[in-house]
């Protein structure tokens, strides 16, 4: 039998239990696999197609691994050639100023000083950060992983693509500093 004593101890242990995230289910389309593409691109090369939230990592002459992505939402996608300069394990991360601009609230803890949200499991950038740069600067979009797998195949972010931890990773290992990138 359920007793009144049951159940307020099973809501107290649920209030003292670290929260648990909701278990997610990728739409599979969304799951890296081979496929064929155009003869445009030379193996080594990433192709981003936003629309389609879509990344394209071309492993030989017609094939590409494909992963999906989260991308920016609208005015804020990065696009153009670009190269990844730098790669960072658990990288750290703090908001530009336009995003603390644009979104005072989410960002506050990071109003008006210099605080850098550590790496880890809890940080937006997730696994890994691929940073994007054109002509040697930095342009402060990334290729990362996410703590919000369910933004995958959508435009949601500040601009950078997010990916899967588990894909980011894949993709940081099969991807050199000066690979180039191109975002249509």
Same mark, same amino acid.
């Given at each position: 039998?359920?007793?009144? @004593? ?18 997610? *289910?990728?739409?599979? !389309? ?7 593409? +155009?003869?445009? #691109?030379?193996? %080594? ?26 991308? %920016?939402?609208?005015?804020? *996608? /990065?696009?153009?050639?670009?190269? !990844?300069?730098?790669?960072? *394990? ?16 989410? #960002? ?6 210099? #605080?850098?949200?550590?790496? &880890?499991? +809890?940080?937006?950038? &997730?696994?890994?950060?691929? #940073?994007? /740069?054109?002509? &040697? @600067?930095?342009?402060?979009? @990334? !290729?990362? %992983?996410?703590?919000?797998? +369910?933004?995958? %195949?959508?435009?949601?972010?500040? &601009? ?8 980011? !990773? ?15």
């Amino acid at each position: 039998m359920f007793s009144r @004593r049951t159940f307020l101890t099973a809501t107290a242990a649920s209030l003292a239990a670290p929260h648990v995230a909701r278990s997610f *289910e990728l739409n599979p !389309i969304f799951n890296p696999q081979l496929v064929k593409v +155009g003869p445009t #691109y030379a193996p %080594g090369e990433l192709l981003i197609l936003p629309r389609a939230h879509f990344l394209y990592f071309v492993t030989a002459p017609r094939q590409a691994m494909r992963y999906g992505v989260g991308v %920016g939402k609208a005015g804020l *996608e /990065f696009t153009g050639t670009a190269t !990844i300069d730098v790669k960072k *394990e658990w990288p750290t991360w703090r908001p530009t100023n336009e995003m603390i601009e644009r979104e005072p609230n989410t #960002y506050a803890k990071f109003k008006d000083n210099d #605080y850098v949200q550590p790496g &880890g499991p +809890g940080n937006p950038l &997730g696994a890994r950060a691929l #940073y994007l /740069f054109q002509n &040697g @600067r930095d342009t402060y979009f @990334r !290729i990362h %992983g996410t703590t919000s797998p +369910g933004s995958i %195949g959508r435009s949601v972010s500040n &601009g950078c693509i997010r990916m899967i931890n588990d894909h980011v !990773i894949d993709l940081y290992q099969r991807v050199p500093k000066g690979t180039v990138v191109t975002v249509l």
